[in-house]
């Protein structure tokens, strides 16, 4: 069974794995985004407050009609 979904961002996707990333501010409140499909490679050191990052051109899942169009 083949089942088809749109990513609009890491964020949504049932493959990024957040960690707790220590830092030197304890009130930091920073997570490593981790692609379990490419391996664990890291997508983005995300804090609460900053933007969603862009899909990286790496993962796996990204449609061959999306990078077309980059």
């Excluded at 990513?7 to 030197?24: H, L, Q, S, W």
Aim: charged share 30%; glycine share 4%.
């Amino acid at each position: 069974m083949t089942v088809k979904m749109t990513i609009t961002g890491c964020d949504v996707c049932p493959n990024m794995k957040p960690e707790r990333f220590y830092t030197a501010d304890s009130f930091e409140d920073v997570q490593e985004w981790k692609c379990a499909s490419a391996d664990g490679k890291r997508i983005t050191l995300h804090e609460w407050n900053d933007k969603r990052p862009e899909i990286p051109l790496w993962c796996p899942l990204r449609s061959n009609v999306e990078l077309r169009g980059r």
